[in-house]
Nanobody, 125 residues
Framework: QVQLVESGGGLVQAGGSLSLSCAAS????????MGWFRQAPGKERESVAA????????YYSDSVKGRFTISRDNAKNTVYLQMNSLKPEDTAVYYC??????????????????WGQGTQVTVSS
């Protein structure tokens, strides 16, 4: 089993930055692709970014490309999401997700087996 705990959410003005972290416990973090997803009120969950187990392959949704950066530190069992130039439409609960061992990084939420509880990000205009 894998447990994921997100942190770093909060309230920020448009144009500002936030950094999210996701700490993982359980076996195999270094062998798992990880992703970030978000869900705004009344909307479906959408992809944000994904990173392969070694960090060589990274994917972003078009809505965040050029503004957000996903990274990971396997020695610390942690994946990060640096969010810059935030917009009000980035307001959502952000979730960290983990794939099965050796699974490829994807932007498809149903590919992920493990999920954190989410952290709220609110961007004011």
């Amino acid at each position: 089993q894998v447990q994921l705990v997100e942190s770093g959410g909060g309230l920020v003005q448009a144009g500002g930055s936030l950094s999210l972290s996701c700490a993982a416990s359980g076996r195999g973090f270094g062998d798992r692709a990880m992703g970030w997803f978000r869900q705004a009120p009344g909307k479906e969950r959408e992809s944000v970014a994904a990173i392969s187990w070694g960090g060589a392959n990274i994917y972003y949704s078009d809505s965040v490309k050029g503004r957000f950066t996903i990274s990971r530190d396997n020695a610390k069992n942690t994946v990060y999401l640096q969010m810059n130039s935030l917009k009000p439409e980035d307001t959502a609960v952000y979730y960290c997700a983990g794939r099965r061992i050796s699974g490829f990084a994807t932007l498809i939420s149903t590919d992920y087996e493990y999920w954190g509880q989410g952290t709220q990000v609110t961007v004011s205009s």
